[in-house]
T-cell receptor, first 111, second 115 residues
Framework: GEDVEQSLFLSVREGDSSVINCTYTDSSSTYLYWYKQEPGAGLQLLTYIFSNMDMKQDQRLTVLLNKKDKHLSLRIADTQTGDSAIYFCAVNSNSGYALNFGKGTSLLVTP | GAVVSQHPSWVICKSGTSVKIECRSLDFQATTMFWYRQFPKQSLMLMATSNEGSKATYEQGVEKDKFLINHASLTLSTLTVTSAHPEDSSFYIC???????????FGEGSRLTVL
């Protein structure tokens, strides 16, 4: 199946930018997603990018896609303590509409 | 996006009992729902695809007799963990594919603890 890899932990100071990286193996993925999970909660879709794009900006969020290297990143500008959560990278799978998820990156924002 | 609700949010049960978790799509008719399982500090593992009016499709390694899925209507899918054991303790999350890009919308999750 699809392999989606992420670094497990990132710590930044409030006000700095955070960059969360993800690599995947299936080059046929058409959409790639970033989800946020707060403790004890379900997943919230943050943003997505279509595979023929290399960048998408949505307020404080910037998604970069390097399709050649199969590398996806999420940049959060002016990171706030409320951004502390687990961030999951997800891509289309080859089993219908289900998505394949990375293991998630725990982002800790310190004052 | 689609609004998905799960119930219960938390459940504690004794070993050997069965537990039912409901997943409702509140504003979207979902012919397909997905059940994921999440272990602590790990990713979401797709357990099965729930299909309205037909049998669920289970992922490799998931026991269909252990995790019974029923999708009787376009707004409700249920996951029943039968004869639960402590190793079944986990966070179970359902989702609906409701967006134009195929994005998934998730329920709040149900945390099962088997004593």
């Amino acid at each position: 199946g699809e392999d989606v890899e992420q670094s497990l932990f990132l710590s930044v100071r409030e006000g700095d930018s955070s960059v969360i990286n993800c690599t995947y193996t299936d080059s046929s993925s058409t959409y790639l997603y970033w989800y946020k999970q707060e403790p004890g909660a379900g997943l919230q879709l943050l943003t997505y990018i279509f595979s023929n794009m290399d960048m998408k900006q949505d307020q404080r969020l910037t998604v970069l896609l390097n399709k050649k290297d199969k590398h996806l990143s999420l940049r959060i500008a002016d990171t706030q303590t409320g951004d502390s959560a687990i961030y999951f990278c997800a891509v289309n799978s080859n089993s219908g509409y289900a998505l394949n998820f990375g293991k998630g990156t725990s982002l800790l924002v310190t004052p | 996006g689609a609004v998905v609700s799960q119930h219960p949010s938390w459940v504690i049960c004794k070993s050997g009992t069965s537990v039912k978790i409901e997943c409702r799509s509140l504003d979207f008719q979902a012919t397909t729902m997905f059940w994921y399982r999440q272990f602590p500090k790990q990713s979401l593992m797709l357990m099965a695809t729930s299909n309205e009016g037909s049998k669920a499709t289970y992922e490799q390694g998931v026991e269909k007799d252990k995790f019974l899925i029923n999708h009787a209507s376009l707004t409700l899918s249920t996951l029943t963990v039968t004869s639960a054991h402590p190793e079944d303790s986990s966070f179970y999350i359902c989702s609906v594919s409701g967006g134009s890009t195929g994005e998934l919308f998730f329920g709040e999750g149900s945390r099962l603890t088997v004593l």
